[in-house]
Protein backbone atom coordinates (compact mmCIF):
# COMPACT_ATOMS: atom_id res chain seq x y z
CA UNK A 1 0.00 0.00 0.00
CA UNK A 2 1.15 3.38 -0.78
CA UNK A 3 0.66 6.22 1.79
CA UNK A 4 1.04 9.78 1.62
CA UNK A 5 1.00 12.02 4.45
CA UNK A 6 0.36 16.19 3.69
CA UNK A 7 1.43 18.70 6.33
CA UNK A 8 2.11 22.46 5.23
CA UNK A 9 5.64 22.53 4.53
CA UNK A 10 7.12 19.05 5.06
CA UNK A 11 9.01 19.76 8.24
CA UNK A 12 7.73 18.23 10.95
CA UNK A 13 4.57 16.43 10.88
CA UNK A 14 4.58 14.73 7.51
CA UNK A 15 8.16 14.20 8.10
CA UNK A 16 7.63 12.24 11.08
CA UNK A 17 5.10 9.96 9.72
CA UNK A 18 6.66 9.15 6.84
CA UNK A 19 9.67 8.40 9.35
CA UNK A 20 7.74 6.05 11.38
CA UNK A 21 4.91 4.06 9.37
CA UNK A 22 8.43 3.88 6.81
CA UNK A 23 9.21 1.07 9.03
CA UNK A 24 6.17 -1.15 8.84
CA UNK A 25 6.21 -4.06 5.79
CA UNK A 26 3.84 -3.96 3.50
CA UNK A 27 4.17 0.29 3.09
CA UNK A 28 5.67 2.46 0.81
CA UNK A 29 5.28 6.22 2.30
CA UNK A 30 6.31 9.18 1.38
CA UNK A 31 5.25 12.78 2.62
CA UNK A 32 4.93 16.52 1.09
CA UNK A 33 3.96 19.99 1.85
CA UNK A 34 0.94 22.40 0.57
CA UNK A 35 2.74 25.71 0.57
CA UNK A 36 5.58 27.00 -1.81
CA UNK A 37 8.12 27.01 0.48
CA UNK A 38 7.49 23.50 1.52
CA UNK A 39 10.48 21.20 1.78
CA UNK A 40 8.57 18.77 -0.98
CA UNK A 41 6.11 20.38 -2.58
CA UNK A 42 3.20 17.84 -3.27
CA UNK A 43 2.72 17.25 -6.92
CA UNK A 44 0.35 15.68 -9.25
CA UNK A 45 2.61 12.90 -9.41
CA UNK A 46 2.15 12.12 -5.56
CA UNK A 47 -1.64 12.04 -5.90
CA UNK A 48 -1.47 9.35 -8.97
CA UNK A 49 1.22 7.21 -6.84
CA UNK A 50 -0.66 6.90 -3.89
CA UNK A 51 -3.27 4.63 -2.69
CA UNK A 52 -4.05 6.61 0.75
CA UNK A 53 -3.52 10.15 1.80
CA UNK A 54 -3.26 11.61 5.32
CA UNK A 55 -3.08 15.08 6.15
CA UNK A 56 -2.94 16.81 8.83
CA UNK A 57 -5.70 19.35 9.27
CA UNK A 58 -8.95 20.41 6.86
CA UNK A 59 -7.24 23.56 5.35
CA UNK A 60 -4.72 20.66 3.53
CA UNK A 61 -7.79 18.85 2.25
CA UNK A 62 -8.90 22.17 0.59
CA UNK A 63 -5.92 22.90 -0.62
CA UNK A 64 -5.60 19.33 -2.22
CA UNK A 65 -9.23 19.77 -3.31
CA UNK A 66 -8.52 23.22 -4.77
CA UNK A 67 -4.87 22.40 -6.61
CA UNK A 68 -5.59 19.13 -8.11
CA UNK A 69 -9.75 18.51 -8.39
CA UNK A 70 -10.92 15.83 -10.23
CA UNK A 71 -7.21 13.62 -10.08
CA UNK A 72 -8.64 13.17 -6.13
CA UNK A 73 -11.88 11.68 -7.21
CA UNK A 74 -10.94 7.80 -6.70
CA UNK A 75 -8.60 8.33 -4.14
CA UNK A 76 -9.32 7.76 -0.52
CA UNK A 77 -8.04 11.26 1.86
CA UNK A 78 -8.29 11.21 5.62
CA UNK A 79 -7.95 14.15 7.86
CA UNK A 80 -6.00 13.45 11.11
CA UNK A 81 -6.49 16.52 12.61
CA UNK A 82 -2.97 17.37 13.42
CA UNK A 83 -2.69 20.54 14.44
CA UNK A 84 1.44 22.53 13.65
CA UNK A 85 1.89 22.15 17.33
CA UNK A 86 5.22 19.40 17.34
CA UNK A 87 8.47 19.21 15.81
CA UNK A 88 9.96 16.27 14.00
CA UNK A 89 9.81 13.27 15.61
CA UNK A 90 8.28 15.01 18.91
CA UNK A 91 6.68 11.89 21.09
CA UNK A 92 3.83 13.06 21.57
CA UNK A 93 3.41 13.43 17.83
CA UNK A 94 4.32 9.83 16.94
CA UNK A 95 1.80 9.00 19.56
CA UNK A 96 -1.12 10.68 18.19
CA UNK A 97 0.15 10.17 14.39
CA UNK A 98 -0.10 6.33 15.45
CA UNK A 99 -3.82 6.71 17.01
CA UNK A 100 -4.75 8.45 14.75
CA UNK A 101 -3.94 6.33 11.79
CA UNK A 102 -4.59 3.23 13.43
CA UNK A 103 -8.20 3.93 12.75
CA UNK A 104 -7.65 3.70 9.11
CA UNK A 105 -5.01 0.91 8.60
CA UNK A 106 -2.94 -1.97 10.59
CA UNK A 107 0.06 -0.37 12.56
CA UNK A 108 1.95 -2.57 14.99
CA UNK A 109 2.66 -2.28 18.22
Known sequence: ?????????????SPTAEKIFHKYNGYDVRSAGTEDGARIKVTSGHIGWADLIFVMEKKHLSRLKHKFGST????????????????????????????????YIDVPE
Open 72 to 103: LIEKSIWNLDIPDDYGYMDEELIEILKARVSE
Open 1 to 13: MKILFICSRNKWR
